[in-house]
């Protein structure tokens, strides 16, 4: 019965792998939805841009590592390695300052929160959590090199994206050139813990929602843009233009520019349960995108050019973000607590302790040196996969939507850590 089930959740965040269709949704009248894709007026709130140039740079190579067993599912099975010590590494005083700083948001998570990773034990990022609290910005680099080791986790070999946080034009009422509906989380969508059936299947969940007496896959992105959702009162807020509301999506939060001017901000309520689909590889293995092409700003041009092909292309991702309005401080990650531009980074929990500082040292300038892990994205899994959060604006926009930097990676682990997973 569980494998009829829909695909286990993606990471809160951002990005989320290929999944079973959804029924035909419904309309409230009973009746069949079209499945004719919905084509959309592209109405550009933001200039379009080109992706920043890359500033290159020679990567440090992965230190020598074992061979990572093939049944590894985590840092501490995957091998660690220890690495230099933090003064020998290129980090920027402005860098290690930005990273204190974030570091100290993530204090309180960090040290409540079960460590998937296995790299770490509850009690171990208590000293320097208390010693971040009180630490001057202006020393950061001591406070780094005091209280922290370096470690390599399998073969060390990183590759890094970049995501931000985009402002498109939105309106909180339907009207004329706002028609791209922004829905909160659905009551119907339900998560399922795996667990709680077979212990084998522990730390898995999936979402889906209950048809009859039967549990299905919740409703894909072709579904809801046919109207699944619709005239339930979901609607948060309405966007002008579906494909940047689509990257917006795979972003996992924004700013809705509203007519009047002000600015409605909107973070990540939930998902759909359906797996992640890179569109820009969908188009590059077809010939429809040339290499170079793949790029946010590409593929958004792409888009644009026919309606119709474009409806078609972003329905191709089955994956649907819901949100809901955000009134403090934010973008916020996976801890629940803000990211902070050109500081935090996403990973997979179960590679790199969420809150753990991490050096990045990869063929572009732009990301190397030091950030804090604070977010997770459906798309980045395994040991060293990063995407990197380049804050709001135009130039987080050039920059965030062709990052893709190759080379290695190390994590900054409490001492008592470090002395522990060595000691073996």
């Not at 995957?78 to 860098?95: H, I, W």
């Not at 649907?320 to 980074?345: H, I």
């Amino acid at each position: 019965m569980l494998g009829g089930c829909a695909s286990v959740i993606p990471d809160a965040g951002s990005r989320p792998t290929s999944s079973t269709p959804a029924p035909s949704p419904v309309a409230e009248a009973g009746q069949p939805v079209s499945g004719t894709p919905r084509p959309y007026q592209p109405r550009p709130s933001v200039p379009s841009t080109a992706a920043a140039r890359p500033i290159p740079a020679i990567p440090s190579p992965p230190l020598a590592a074992s061979p990572v067993p093939a049944d590894a599912t985590s840092a501490a099975t995957s091998g660690v390695v220890v690495g230099p010590e933090f003064t020998e590494l290129a980090v920027t005083a402005e860098q290690a300052t930005a990273a204190l700083k974030a570091f100290r948001i993530s204090c309180p998570a960090v040290q409540r929160r079960a460590d998937v990773s296995g790299l770490t034990q509850p009690g171990e990022w208590t000293e320097s959590c208390r010693a971040a609290a009180a630490w001057s910005d202006r020393d950061a680099t001591n406070f780094f090199s005091r209280y922290f080791g370096t470690v390599q986790i399998g073969a060390g070999t990183s590759f890094v994206t970049g995501y931000y946080e985009p402002e498109i034009a939105g309106s909180r009422t339907p009207q004329a050139g706002y028609d791209v509906p922004v829905y909160r989380r659905p009551a119907d969508l339900i998560d399922v813990d795996l667990g709680q059936f077979s212990e084998g299947l522990k730390g898995r969940k999936i979402r889906g929602r209950v048809d009859g007496s039967n549990f299905v896959p919740y409703y894909d992105r072709a579904a809801i843009e046919r109207g699944a959702l619709a005239g339930r009162g979901l609607e948060i807020a309405w966007a002008a233009d579906a494909a940047e509301f689509f990257f917006l999506q795979i972003q996992g939060s924004g700013r809705l520019r509203l007519p009047d001017g002000r600015v409605m901000r909107i973070g990540y309520d939930s998902q759909n349960g359906r797996d992640y689909v890179g569109i820009g590889k969908l188009l590059l293995d077809r010939g429809d995108l040339q290499p170079g092409q793949a790029s946010m700003q590409g593929i958004l041009d792409y888009l644009r050019a026919d309606p119709v092909r474009g409806a078609a292309v972003m329905n191709e991702n089955p994956s649907w973000v819901f949100f809901r309005e955000l009134t403090g401080p934010g973008p916020l990650g996976a801890l629940g607590l803000p990211v902070t531009g050109r500081a935090s980074l996403a990973a997979d929990p179960k590679y790199v302790p969420l809150g753990a500082p991490v050096f990045l040292s990869v063929d572009r300038a732009e990301p190397n040196g030091l950030w804090i892990a604070q977010d997770t994205g459906g798309a980045i899994k395994g040991a060293n996969r990063f995407d990197s959060f380049w804050g709001a604006g135009a130039d987080a926009r050039a920059i965030a939507g062709g990052m893709a930097a190759r080379g290695s990676a190390l994590l900054l682990l409490p001492r008592v850590s470090v002395a522990r997973l060595t000691a073996r």
